[in-house]
């Protein structure tokens, strides 16, 4: 069934390129150019993702994501923005947008994403796969980096799991208690960080001191799967 997406998007320019582009991509696009409609329509929840710009005429979308959460709707949501400084990038985390595209981007990238968002990926159906030199087993949870092999916990998998998704993609410390905790709240713990630990050590032997373990910590937000030192 094809993917159902609203952009609400003011520029007439960008809103054609992604309309066109989500749409020879498959997907069905609804288009809105203005934040109260946008509100609207993502109120009545008929969508299976919303692309969001935050400089928007009516509402911005910062406190469009904002009323939409408080009432509870969960549909996946991409913030594109040109406010890129992190302190944006982090209160769109914060009022609960699940990722977050620099202006101007690739269409390919924002496809990619909707894709990863909603669990679409042809290589979600693959039993073993492999990113940045680690090899993940999704019937036995078995792990293989460099010379080192492990069986994974179901959090520790999933953990993993999550991040090989988007390789290169910044998950927040928010983004993983949701998906692998289901924790809609902080609980104020390190959980993410001691999971991270345990991954680590489960993989990253003496033999294999010399590489640097593909799971890279990034301070004060989170972690990814950093595929750049790989050879
Ligand atoms: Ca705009």
Redesign the pocket.
Known sequence: MAMRILLI???PK?ASFVCQGLRAAGMVVDHIDNGMDGLTSVLQAQHDLVVL????PGMDGFELLRQVRSVGIATPLIVLS?KTDLPDRLLGFDLGANDYLAKPFFIEELIARIRSLLGRNASHNEEIFSVAGITLNRLTRKADWQDQSAVLSQREFMLLDYLMRSPGYIFSRKQILQHVWNFNFDPQTNVVDVCVQRIKRKLASEKSSKAVFPIESIRGVGYRINQEGMS
Do not use: K, T, V, Y
Request: aromatic share 0%.
């Open positions: 998007e003011d520029e960008i710009d935050i400089m928007l040109a």
